[in-house]
């Protein structure tokens, strides 16, 4: 086996790495003020269960990049970037939610970290993770569905047997009669408007205790473009008679107390922004209705303008921690 001081870490492998630090420093600071407003004991567990998974990424990440002599990114500061005494902003059912949606994306993440990475103790740190990750979202389901808080996908019948496309109309989307929806489809247009919904309310409650009137309007804007995606995908759904009721605006409360600093906000806007682009790209990918591609195309194009726009508000303030980069071999050689 590889011995780990034989061996560099790879682009894949430090980006991973680096990345994987940053976004466990925010999520730390978004899950101790949890900590301090959750009423629920059973939701407060599993955030005591998350701060601990937290802290053992942060310690073990810390190790290996001392091992390797690389600077240990910035981040996030509790004293810094969160008021964990300030008043409730999110319910209890909100942050349970919260909790399922954040573990489900950071496993998305560590299981392409896993597949990028070579080095032994890479290798073993992701796979712990992911093991971790597990274990903890279906802790998080099992609670969802004993409050009655988890929203199940819908249901389709079972067919008489095994059948084929036999016509290319199964493409079509734009004239003629439609076919109904397949499964997949369904799947990503569900999944779609449930992650819109929960960003609107998440929004809204950013836009009520950002301290910059930029920052504020750039939250107001984001919820707009959630509602309006959402009023999409629930249309198309409405179409076929399938259910898609789902809203989580009234689990922000009327707090405007300074909570999270713009940056910390900020970075998690922009970070849903990049998933989303992604999330739609994938939904093109196993979507075969023509129609519904145009719309993922379209609304995709919105978020990578919105999220531009908000990169440029990051750079403007000096939140943007730059991470791992190639040597610029031009600049070198002028030196």
Not at 30 to 51: M, R
Not at 255 to 273: A, C, E, G, V
Request: proline share 4%.
């Amino acid at each position: 086996m590889e011995k780990v001081s034989q061996a560099r870490l790879t682009s894949a492998e430090i980006t991973s790495l680096w990345t994987s630090y940053v976004n466990d420093c925010a999520i730390l600071c978004k899950a101790k003020y949890f900590l301090s407003t959750v009423e629920d004991p059973e939701v407060k567990s599993l955030l005591e269960h998350a701060n601990k998974l937290i802290h053992g990424n942060l310690s073990a990440l810390t190790e290996i990049f001392n091992r390797e002599k690389y600077p240990i990114p910035y981040g996030f500061k509790l004293d810094e970037d969160v008021d964990v005494n300030a008043p409730k902003l999110f319910s209890d059912a909100y942050i349970l939610n919260y909790l399922h949606e954040a573990a489900k994306i950071a496993l998305q993440g560590h299981c392409m970290s896993l597949s990028l990475s070579a080095r032994a103790d890479v290798y073993s740190f992701f796979s712990e993770c992911i093991t971790q990750l597990n274990h903890f979202i279906r802790e998080v389901k099992e609670l969802l569905l004993s409050k009655g808080l988890y929203i199940r996908h819908p249901y389709l019948p079972t067919p008489d047997g095994i059948d084929f496309v036999k016509k290319d109309n199964f493409l079509k989307g734009f004239l003629g009669e439609r076919r109904p929806l397949c499964g997949s489809e369904i799947t990503n247009l569900f999944s779609n408007l449930q992650k819109n919904a929960f960003g609107m309310a998440t929004l809204i409650g950013f836009s009520q205790v950002a301290q910059s009137k930029e920052v504020t309007e750039y939250f107001l804007r984001g919820k707009e473009i959630a509602k309006k995606h959402c009023e999409i995908f629930s249309s198309i759904l409405r179409k076929e008679d399938l259910p898609f009721s789902m809203d989580w605006t009234s689990e922000v409360t009327e707090s405007t107390t300074y909570t999270f600093s713009d940056k910390l906000m900020m970075y998690f806007t922009t970070t849903l922004n990049a998933l989303s682009i992604g999330f739609y790209g994938t939904s093109i990918a196993m979507s075969p209705r023509r129609d519904l591609g145009v719309h993922y195309v379209k609304l995709s194009a919105e978020v990578a303008k919105y999220a531009e726009d908000g990169a440029k508000i990051m750079i403007k303030n000096g939140w943007m921690e730059q991470p791992p980069m190639a040597a610029d071999r031009n600049e070198l050689a002028r030196q």
